[in-house]
């Protein structure tokens, strides 16, 4: 905005305002993450400081989901505590997809 009133003021000539905008369009984004956390204080807080809470629905989003998030929402969800899961099949059994399913 400073850039165009200096422009239309004719204060800078329109090249320079060109050549100033295409400086600050390619420069920006690179140099504002470095300027812009420090100088609002947008840094996360670190882990286990006063802060560091984040709602449940941001988990997995701001930090990664831990095994304390899923304890934590198996208790208050009131779901049973599974030691160990047995994925495996037990051998008598077979898949109806195997083929055992009767026909027409």
């Known amino acids: 905005?400073?850039?165009?009133a200096l422009c239309y003021g004719e204060v800078i000539t329109r090249w320079t305002?060109?050549?100033?905008?295409?400086?600050?369009?390619?420069?920006g984004p690179r140099v504002a993450p470095l300027i812009v956390p420090r100088?609002?204080?947008?840094?996360?807080?670190?882990?286990?400081?006063?802060g560091a809470e984040i709602p449940i629905e941001m988990v997995g989003i701001d930090r990664p989901f831990a095994d304390a998030d899923r304890?934590?929402?198996?208790?208050?969800?009131e779901l049973p505590v599974v030691e160990s899961l047995d994925l495996e099949m037990p051998?008598?059994?077979v898949p109806a997809s195997v083929g055992l399913a009767k026909g027409p």
């Open 39 to 50: 100088a609002l204080g947008l840094v996360p807080p670190e882990p286990g400081t006063a």
């Open 1 to 4: 905005m400073g850039l165009w």
């Open 91 to 93: 051998s008598d059994t």
């Open 17 to 27: 305002f060109a050549l100033l905008i295409i400086g600050v369009i390619t420069i």
């Open 71 to 77: 304890m934590m929402l198996d208790s208050v969800l």
